[in-house]
């Protein structure tokens, strides 16, 4: 009975861990990845420091090579002068240089191995985090589409409710073209009206104004000053 306890509740922890990882799937995922990039930024500065310390490796060797050839050339020229003392110390100093110059060159290579290790390494990590990340906005499409799928047939995403709008926002029109057309017909009958005609003809100039005018008005005002007696002020 206690194992059988003891499985029942191992396999609901197991569950319960299933169903919680696949309702944040998307928040794990993400996280997920954000530490991928990252230790492909460390991959990266890492590689950028083994090309740097291989290039300052590159430049040493080849002035210590440069300083044996310079020094040989010595020595040579002080056995030709007879100066063998000198000579002997040169050729002391040529060998812990020559024994510098191995240790430089194993280095160069384990670090030329380092180097080639590295660039692949980061090439395959950026390779796979950029498939995953195109997985990830292919799931994120599948699950928006999955997700409206779902919620068919429920609020505004129902065929009901959407054809019900559809109709509503007809009407609308519909309603909106009948007042139009009234209020165009309107103005066409009253622009036919006796008086509506009268007034487009006096404002042409046809016929005499029965509106005054400020020409009419000044018109008057002339008349009176001319006809008044000179001695009104």
């Not at 993400?30 to 990039?37: I, Y």
């Not at 160069?108 to 090439?123: I, K």
């Not at 103005?187 to 036919?192: K, V």
């Not at 009206?193 to 029965?210: D, I, N, Q, V």
């Amino acid at each position: 009975m206690l194992n059988l306890l003891s499985t029942l509740v191992r396999g609901a922890a197991a569950r319960a861990a299933e169903d919680f990882q696949d309702q944040h799937a998307f928040l794990i995922l993400e996280q997920q990845l954000r530490d991928a990039a990252a230790a492909l930024d460390d991959s990266r500065r890492t590689l950028a420091r083994a090309i740097a310390q291989e290039s300052a490796d590159a430049k040493a060797q080849g002035a210590l090579a440069a300083r044996i050839a310079d020094l040989e050339a010595r020595a040579v020229a002080a056995l030709a002068g007879g100066r063998e003392d000198l000579a002997a110390e040169a050729a002391e100093a040529i060998a812990e240089m020559e024994e510098e110059a191995q240790g430089l060159e194993a280095t160069r290579v384990a670090c030329a191995r380092e180097v080639a290790s590295l660039r692949r390494a980061v090439r395959q990590g950026s390779r796979q985090l950029a498939e995953l990340e195109r997985g990830q906005r292919i799931a994120r499409a599948a699950e928006a589409v999955r997700r409206l799928r779902a919620r068919r047939g429920q609020g505004l995403g129902s065929p009901a409710a959407l054809a019900e709008a559809q109709a509503t926002l007809r009407r609308l029109r519909e309603a909106q073209a009948a007042d139009a057309a009234a209020d165009e017909a309107l103005s066409i009958i009253e622009s036919a009206a006796p008086e509506s005609l009268c007034e487009r003809l006096e404002e042409a100039g046809f016929g005499p104004r029965t509106r005054p005018s400020a020409g009419t008005v000044m018109e008057r005002l002339r008349e009176k000053a001319r006809t008044a007696p000179a001695g009104a002020a």
